[in-house]
């Protein structure tokens, strides 16, 4: 993934002092780069039984609905609040300052659907791990959750233990 990660354009000190940004839009307007990305992404579970491709918003929504449709699935976005018309379900997760939240209908999983959740990154991990609460919550079964990318020094990833989790391209610092 050598090539994808090139791509990506690193903006030093954004959006504060010390951070560094991956800003995966300079990968996005590449034609080339952003196929590869999505079979790439498609490849990882390929063969695999998914009903739901869930993106989160918003740049989840880049990958997951494409993946959907590379991998026979339904899309269901999940939301910040206010976002949705009918009847949802919310989850509020802790940030490094302060919380958020984010909303699924009710009626977009059921009971027993293979699920995978996909986003543009994996840091904490906090975002990602109210995704899969509202898909429990709802009766889903989460087949995995899979990354454009992933920062390893944030260790996100410990937050799920004994679920598949999948990244295309990580950063150790």
Known sequence: MDHLRKLIREVPDFPKEGINFYDITTLLKDAEGLKQTIDALAEQFAGERIDTVIGVESRGFIFAAPLAYNLGAGFVPVRKPKKLPAEKISVSYDLEYGTDTLEIHQDAVGTGHKVLIVDDLLA?????????????????????????V????????????????????????
């Not at 906090?126 to 898909?135: H, I, N, Q, R, S």
């Not at 992933?150 to 610092?173: H, M, P, Q, T, W």
């Open 124 to 148: 904490t991990g906090g975002t990602a791990k109210a995704v899969v609460d509202l898909v429990e919550q709802l009766g889903g079964e989460i087949v995995g959750l899979l990354f454009l």
């Open 150 to 173: 992933e920062l390893n020094f944030l260790k996100g990833r410990a937050k799920f233990d004994g679920y598949d989790v999948r990244s295309l391209i990580r950063y150790d610092s």
